[in-house]
């Protein structure tokens, strides 16, 4: 009985630390927010984030969406290609800087990291022209 106990003990051990292992993709990027300041109105602004995958799994985008049409992103590689530990990728974002006014706009990575929601998020100020 006392041997049960003692291989059910370690088993329940085993299974608990093999459990507690997160062997996930995970982003790192350089920064995750970019300031383009002031810009004129009527030029197209862009600006890449690089990232790294930090983790152990391949890291595979999904998706990647804007929060409105004036933003559009570029992924590199293109999404569902498999980014393996330790190599990196960029994801180009462009404005149209159309209207004058202040902008904040977000950017939604949708893939398979230990976060499978991150947000990058672009801001400024576009200047009319004259």
């Given at each position: 009985?006392?041997?049960?106990?003692?291989?059910?003990?370690?088993l329940v051990g085993f299974i608990g630390f093999?459990?507690?292992?997160?062997?996930?993709?995970?982003?790192?990027?350089?920064?995750?927010?970019?300031?383009?300041?002031?810009i004129p109105q009527g030029k197209p602004v862009?600006?890449t984030f690089k990232y790294t995958n930090t983790?152990?799994?391949?890291?595979?985008?999904?998706?990647?969406?804007?929060?409105?049409?004036?933003?559009?992103?570029?992924?590199?590689?293109?999404?569902?290609?498999?980014?393996?530990?330790?190599?990196?990728?960029?994801?180009?974002?462009?404005?149209?800087?159309?209207?004058?006014?202040?902008?904040?706009?977000?950017?939604?990575?949708?893939?398979?990291?230990?976060?499978?929601?991150?947000?990058?998020?672009?801001?400024?100020?576009?200047?009319?022209?004259?």
């Amino acid at each position: 009985m006392k041997k049960i106990l003692i291989i059910m003990a370690v088993l329940v051990g085993f299974i608990g630390f093999t459990a507690m292992q997160d062997n996930k993709a995970e982003f790192k990027f350089v920064e995750e927010t970019h300031d383009f300041g002031k810009i004129p109105q009527g030029k197209p602004v862009s600006f890449t984030f690089k990232y790294t995958n930090t983790g152990n799994e391949p890291l595979i985008i999904s998706d990647i969406a804007s929060s409105c049409g004036c933003t559009v992103p570029e992924v590199l590689p293109k999404a569902g290609t498999p980014i393996k530990k330790g190599e990196s990728g960029s994801i180009t974002i462009t404005y149209n800087a159309a209207v004058a006014a202040p902008f904040n706009k977000s950017v939604t990575i949708t893939s398979n990291s230990k976060t499978p929601k991150k947000m990058l998020y672009i801001k400024g100020e576009v200047q009319a022209a004259k």
